[in-house]
């Protein structure tokens, strides 16, 4: 079970990332960058919750983002696996 929780997280993280590089316009990005370093602001932050509720059903308030700016870190919460602004 542990597993294939795992499984499902890395694959939202990859999802998360290729949504990343789309609103950032970046193809260089890697499951632990971070949204703001990578170029990201508050209207892209915006911008990207917005798609990932379109393409995912899932709705991120902007302030799970910026406690889990990087891929891996959202998919986490998203996904139940880790405290909010602890992954």
Do not use: K, M, Y
Request: net charge negative; charged share 25%; proline share 1%.
């Amino acid at each position: 079970v542990v597993e294939a929780a795992a499984e499902a997280s890395w694959a939202l993280a990859g999802r998360i990332l290729a949504h990343f590089g789309e609103v950032l316009d970046r193809a260089d990005l890697t499951v632990d960058d971070d949204f703001f370093d990578a170029g990201g602001h508050s209207l892209l932050a915006v911008r990207f919750t917005n798609l990932l509720r379109a393409r995912e059903g899932r709705r991120v308030a902007l302030r799970q983002l910026f406690a889990n700016s990087t891929p891996r870190a959202l998919a986490a919460v998203l996904e139940g696996t880790a405290a909010e602004g602890q992954a």
